[in-house]
């Protein structure tokens, strides 16, 4: 998508997650990406879907960089005619799913250990064949994140993760 | 209803609006809309390079507050119009562009002068349109000329597909605008502005920073009570020229790059500076760190995205500017900055804006003359570079909407055609084009477009057969290696304005200046062009180098005695 940003050094470089509602309208997505992509904020992940309105998409993203840009870069997303809100949601209490898909090398002598792996880590199985076996985890980022961890240690193939949902908690509406 | 083609509806809203005038240029993606034109009240301005219409177009806009609007074919004709866009995008101006475009089913397919000019037009516009559905075109066509003049204003473009401005449609002229996510803020929030009010109250050296937002708000007014019951003395930037009076006694002129020493040292010295529409730009800042690092800062603005973007504020009132000043007005006191106005005249007296006289012939010389003449009342463009800065400086105005100059985008072919749009606006007023050698040439085809129209506008051309600004750069700062400056091959432009059919007149002497600057604003039988040949090698001062600090400003130029060669100066770390 854009180029990432490069320097670490900064203290307040992290990464934020932010929730849009947007007009439903082809070119849409390429507007918000170049605002990204002009400061030199790398978007890690972006979700797109349909909300319960046809003519409003909301959109997650979770991109990396620092503070100030990112207040430069909300600032001009929600600048754009066809965005109704832009917010960074990073670190409030809102429920953030994510769901990701394994596929762990598992020959025949180690597939009992990934299938007991899967179990302990409440992962559904997918797809279990000759040389490999797919895993499914829904849950938070983080949880997402350690199981990626133990699941290296058996070998990963192939990994993919959908990005992160937010949904705001009880009666309030997610903006 | 009666059914009518969308093209005919498209005319039919540009003349709802009240637009006079489109400029543009035809190609076949374009042929409906331009025939929809033929029976039309709305006058097409044929120009002769589709740049040349959105800089009249803009011209046009910038000299009357009201949307300039342009008409081009898809493709090139199109992409044509990017620099002009880009133009009006970075000086907030209000433009309507309509482009033809290829037919739907062809889109996407590389078919001939197909381009995607509504994704190319992202970056630099308020927003665009490609238009699907011919039923859409009434609405779209009312939300582009809504968004182009509400809020912070920009240009709105629209790709208008062959088969789609050929369709007939049922119009609704009056249906509803969707734009659930614009948002156009007002009067401020009443607590910043207490807020604000307190500074101000508190202050004794303040400063008052005039954009031009406050040009677009009509806040001359507003700025004036405001800087009279206070006594505050007030800055303008390059494009708030015009909206405080720029010959009233609290004026210190232009600040910034090249602004006055006056104006410059007040802003380094003062306690509180509050910008009245204006960016805080890097023209203007320099090095941010070192820009008024103890002076409370206050901003105005409509757009909440240029807060904090740059410089950090103390306080920053969300609206627009006339309101927002307005409701200032009724509880600021008035200040005690008897001591604060003494220092600054003893500035202006100290440090004025000179110009080396006698020798070869100066540009400042022929500006301050044609300020003499005219009084700040002549619509004034120009071009990019020195004879832009040389303008600011030297030709003042008291009114707002007569000084018309490319800022934000720094545009080199700008002001010719500017010109051509302003004197469209003011068919009676007088329009003068101050432009250089090198940025007349880019889009001097126009002269076609001013003399079959027979408009009056004086084309000054600063002349000194480089560009200017880069050499004094390539001079200052880089051991005088000039690099791609030199304007050898330059026309005769008296005999290039006289193959148009236009009076041509050449100036290069200082003794004939007075006389023949008379002449050519006596002179209304169409365009008339003015040869300035000027002194090579002059340079622009003051200067406060790109990205240094005020405390860097280079206020005239280093005194060198004869057989030594003038001090290199550090190459500055800011862009141009």
Request: charged share 20%; proline share 5%; net charge negative.
């Amino acid at each position: 998508m854009s180029t990432a940003a490069g320097s670490n050094g900064n203290s307040s470089y992290r990464k934020h997650t932010i929730s849009l509602m947007v007009n439903n309208k082809p070119g849409v997505l390429i507007r918000i990406a170049l605002v990204f992509a002009r400061r030199g904020y790398n978007i890690d992940s972006l979700v797109v879907s349909p909300s319960k309105d046809p003519n409003f998409s909301v959109m997650n993203i979770v991109a990396s960089g620092d503070e100030k840009t990112l207040d430069q870069i909300l600032k001009q997303l929600n600048k754009l005619v066809d965005v109704i809100h832009a917010s960074d949601r990073t670190g409030e209490d809102i429920i953030q799913r994510e769901l990701a898909l394994f596929k762990l090398h598992s020959e025949a002598d180690r597939r009992s250990d990934v299938l007991q792996l899967a179990h302990a880590m409440d992962c559904d199985i997918v797809e279990v064949s000759e040389h490999a076996t797919i895993l499914q985890m829904t849950g938070d980022s983080e949880r997402l994140d350690s199981a990626h961890k133990v699941f290296e240690q058996y070998g990963i193939e192939e990994m993919i993760r959908t990005g992160k949902v937010l949904m705001a908690r009880g009666q309030e509406i997610t903006t | 209803m009666t059914k009518k083609f969308a093209a005919e509806v498209i005319v039919d809203i540009i003349q709802q609006q009240g637009v006079e005038y489109i400029f543009g240029y035809p190609g076949g993606a374009a042929i409906p809309i331009f025939d929809a034109l033929v029976d039309s009240p709305v006058k097409l301005i044929l120009t002769r390079h589709e740049q040349g219409a959105v800089h009249m177009a803009d011209g046009f806009a910038r000299a009357t507050g009201k949307p300039g609007v342009v008409l081009v074919t898809s493709g090139p004709g199109a992409t044509n119009t990017i620099t002009g866009i880009l133009t009006a995008q970075m000086d907030s101006v209000p433009m309507v562009v309509i482009c033809g475009q290829q037919t739907t089913w062809n889109l996407g397919l590389d078919a001939f002068q197909e381009a995607d000019v509504s994704g190319i037009s992202f970056p630099v516009v308020k927003h665009s349109y490609l238009i699907k559905n011919a039923q859409d075109v009434p609405r779209i066509m009312r939300e582009a000329f809504h968004l182009s003049q509400t809020g912070r204003p920009g240009p709105v473009l629209i790709d208008v597909p062959k088969d789609v401005a050929s369709a007939m449609i049922e119009p609704d002229y009056d249906g509803e605008l969707h734009l659930p996510g614009y948002k156009v803020p007002t009067d401020g929030d009443p607590s910043d502005i207490e807020q604000a009010a307190q500074m101000l109250n508190a202050a004794r050296r303040p400063l008052l920073l005039v954009g031009h937002g406050a040009v677009i708000s009509g806040a001359e007014k507003a700025v004036t009570i405001l800087a009279e019951k206070m006594q505050i003395p007030v800055v303008n930037t390059l494009l708030g020229k015009g909206c405080f009076p720029e010959t009233h006694p609290l004026s210190l002129g232009m600040l910034g790059m090249h602004g006055t020493a006056y104006a410059n040292m007040a802003v380094k010295d003062c306690d509180l500076i509050m910008s009245i529409g204006s960016r805080w730009d890097d023209r203007i800042v320099g090095k941010i760190d070192s820009f008024c690092p103890d002076a409370v800062k206050i901003h105005i603005d409509i757009d909440p995205a240029e807060f904090n973007k740059t410089v950090q504020m103390d306080c920053t009132i969300l609206g627009d500017a006339r309101r927002v000043v307005e409701s200032l007005n009724a509880i600021v006191k008035r200040g005690d900055t008897k001591e604060w106005l003494k220092q600054a005249e003893k500035w202006r007296r100290q440090y004025p804006l000179k110009y080396k006289k006698g020798g070869k012939l100066k540009a400042e010389h022929v500006l301050e003359e044609i300020q003499n003449q005219t009084m700040g009342r002549a619509f004034v463009t120009t071009d990019v570079g020195q004879h832009q800065m040389w303008a600011a400086q030297y030709l003042l105005t008291d009114h707002r909407f007569h000084w018309i100059t490319s800022g934000g985008a720094g545009t080199m072919g700008f002001g010719f055609p500017a010109a051509i749009g302003a004197q469209f606006a003011h068919p009676e007023a007088t329009v003068i084009a101050i432009v250089g050698d090198g940025g007349f040439q880019m889009t001097q085809a126009e002269l076609s477009t001013a003399v079959i129209n027979r408009l009056p506008i004086k084309i000054v051309v600063i002349n000194n057969k480089y560009l200017g600004m880069v050499r004094q750069w390539q001079a200052l700062f880089y051991d005088n290696r000039l690099s791609g400056v030199d304007m050898e091959g330059n026309p005769n432009f008296v005999k290039l304005a006289e193959a148009y059919g236009i009076k041509g007149i050449r100036i290069k002497r200082s003794a004939d200046v007075k006389r023949l600057i008379q002449a050519a604003l006596e002179y209304n039988d169409g365009p008339c062009l003015i040869d300035v040949e000027v002194e090579k090698e002059d340079n622009v001062y003051p200067m406060i180098p790109s990205g240094a600090s005020y405390e860097q400003m280079i206020i005239e130029a280093p005194k060198v005695k004869p057989g030594m060669t003038a001090p290199k100066l550090e190459k500055p770390v800011g862009s141009t």
